[in-house]
């Protein structure tokens, strides 16, 4: 069971915040964020593991609920970098399922 | 620089046959995967292994193979029982765990003439 994530797409103006949510049915271990810029390679962002942790690194940051078994990616002041394909990957303990992704925009 | 190399970057197979893609790395990680990537869909597990000489199917297995004789070397070959084989193909590998962050090649895109 692929996680769901929303919302599938997003355009924004530079220095305009953004969400993208990452839903799973069954329970997580962690969760990982990836982002993927067209033709190229996916590269890791972050990993949240149990214990509601949040994780981030100047302004993009992430939260993982696992009672709710979500996840939440926050980018903040966007700037035309954050443009790419955002995937969660959610791991049950002996398997990795990712989502379908979310394309995010940034406009000048 | 460490890193995962895939070739070639554009593959075109033509009806019935076997195709194989490279995927190399010296980041001297024990664990690689093979995803496939359709427009709109996540990141789909083909095969992964934890261990050279050892390796399990994952979600879509079939249609393809794999072998891991070399820690830095895992092929991947669509063969043609794979009826639907169009597609973009990502190479990772890791350290061992699902949990371990992974790292992605550039990919092959492969397409059917």
């Known amino acids: 069971q692929q996680p769901v994530q929303s919302p599938q797409a997003v355009i924004l103006r530079e220095g305009e915040d953004a969400v993208i949510n990452c839903s799973s049915s069954k329970a997580l271990y962690s969760v990982h964020w990836y982002r993927q810029k067209h033709g190229e390679a996916p590269v890791f962002l972050m990993i949240?593991?149990?214990?509601?942790e949040q994780k981030g690194h100047e302004k993009i940051s992430a939260s993982f609920n696992e009672k709710k078994q979500q996840s939440s990616l926050y980018l903040t002041a966007s700037q035309l970098s954050y443009s790419g394909t955002y995937f969660c990957g959610t791991e049950g303990g002996n398997d990795m399922r990712f989502g379908a992704g979310t394309r995010l925009t940034v406009k000048p | 620089d460490g890193g995962i190399t895939q070739s070639p970057k554009y593959l075109f197979r033509k009806e019935g046959q076997n195709v194989t893609l490279s995927c190399e790395q010296n980041l001297n990680h024990d664990a690689m995967y093979w995803y496939r990537q359709d427009p709109g869909q996540g990141l789909r597990l083909i095969y992964y292994?934890?261990?050279?000489?050892?390796?399990q199917k994952g979600d879509i297995a079939e249609g393809y193979s794999v072998s891991r004789e070399k820690k830095e070397s895992f092929p991947l070959t669509v063969t043609s029982a794979q009826k639907n084989p169009t597609a973009f193909y990502l190479c990772a590998s890791s350290i061992p765990g699902f949990w371990q962050p992974q790292h992605f090649g550039d990919g092959t895109r492969l397409s059917i003439l």
């Open positions: 292994s934890q261990i050279v000489n050892d390796f």
């Open positions: 949240l593991l149990k214990g509601g």
